[in-house]
Every structure is written in structure tokens, then in C-alpha cells.
């Protein structure tokens, strides 16, 4: 029994080196690479890699969702909290969703320093879980196969008069309502019609 246990476990370590060539270091006999398995694990839970919204482009987000007063935007996958922040400043309650803690540290700080904690928050979840239900606003830059896994929420859980804009990316057939483009980037401007569509 002892013998099958030994190999067994000599085969589950087998199956991680061969899955994570570049994880485990096995110099000096020991696994070294331990802490970077860990790093990769937290990595693959992002689905999205964080660039920053270029400003000009924020501002024209906003604009597009026609963001005011009485507001509630969420934004899905907040990097450092600049939308967040832009909406705050706008008179919205504004939430940004970020799975990533450095930038949940960050963009906190970025609150913090614009002076709206009043009105902004950011939360350390995964944008997939998130209940969008409480928004009127969703924003987002995302990627293509991530913004058809939220559509189906999006549709479902969003009231009617809601909108959503999307950086870059449009949702597949789900035709937007208005597209602006801002020094060649595209900006897409969905409104949530009783359908849901």
C-alpha cells in the first residue's frame, strides 16, 4: 500500500510538471517554484488582462451611458478605478468589480485621492458573479468571448432603461443602439428594452 501511495503521489507531481513546465523548479531537491504555482493559479483567474481606458475615451463612456445624478453604475473589471471615478464625479453611486488585489488596492487609493469614497467603491469579485440587477449603468472593457458570457445576465438581470457601454467590443448579434468612435477607438452604447434586448 505504501509503495502504491508513493506512486501516486509521484504521479499527481508528474502530471503538474508536465501541465506547468515553467512552474516547478526542482533544483536543490526541493520545489522551489511553489510560490509561482500559486501566482499562476490567481493569473488564470483573470479573464481579462488589465489596459487602462485612455481618458478621453472614459470621459466619452460616460458621456454615451448619459451617466447623472441618482445613478448606479457598475463597472466590470475596474483596473485602477478610473471609470469608477469618473462616474463618482458625475453625481452616480459608482462600483467598480476587480478580481485582481493589487489593482483593488490601487484603484481604492485612486478613490481616496480624487476625493469621492463618498460615492465610489470597489469590490474584489469576479465580474461573472457579480448581480448586475442593482445597476442602471454597466460599463466595460472587456474582451469579445467575455462580454458574450455576461450578454445573457446583462439581458436578464438589468432593468429596463438600463444602459451599458462597452469599450472596444461589441456582443455578437445583439446590435448596439449607438456606436462613437474616439481617436479610432469604438465605444458601443446598449439600452435595455423591456425584452431585455
Known amino acids: 500500500m505504501n509503495n502504491f501511495r508513493r506512486w501516486l503521489t509521484l504521479s499527481f507531481f508528474a502530471v503538474l510538471v508536465l501541465a ?30 488589465f489596459v487602462p481606458t ?12 448619459g451617466v447623472k445624478k441618482g445613478d448606479v453604475v457598475y463597472d466590470l473589471g475596474s483596473g485602477d478605478g478610473r471609470i469608477v471615478i469618473a ?11 476587480e478580481i485582481d488585489p493589487d489593482l483593488v488596492v490601487e484603484s481604492r487609493a485612486n478613490i481616496q485621492k480624487a476625493g ?11 465580474i461573472l458573479t457579480v448581480d448586475l440587477s442593482g445597476a442602471s449603468v454597466v460599463t466595460m472593457y472587456l474582451l469579445p ?11 436578464k438581470q438589468l432593468k429596463p432603461g438600463s444602459r451599458i457601454v462597452s469599450h472596444a467590443f461589441d ?27
Open 145 to 155: 468571448d467575455v462580454n458574450l458570457k455576461l450578454r445573457p445576465n446583462l439581458q
Open 20 to 49: 506547468q513546465p515553467t512552474v516547478f523548479d526542482f533544483r536543490g531537491g526541493g520545489l522551489t517554484g511553489l510560490a509561482s504555482a500559486q501566482d499562476s493559479i490567481r493569473e488564470s483567474k483573470k479573464i481579462v488582462p
Open 54 to 65: 485612455p481618458e478621453n475615451v472614459v470621459d466619452k463612456m460616460i458621456e454615451l451611458a
Open 116 to 126: 469621492v469614497q463618498e460615492s465610489a467603491e470597489i469590490r474584489n469579485q469576479d
Open 87 to 97: 462616474a463618482a464625479k458625475k453625481g452616480a453611486r459608482a462600483v467598480g468589480f
Open 171 to 197: 456582443m455578437g448579434d445583439w446590435k448596439a443602439d449607438k456606436v462613437e468612435q474616439v481617436d479610432g477607438r469604438s465605444i458601443y452604447l446598449w439600452t435595455i428594452s423591456s425584452k431585455g434586448r
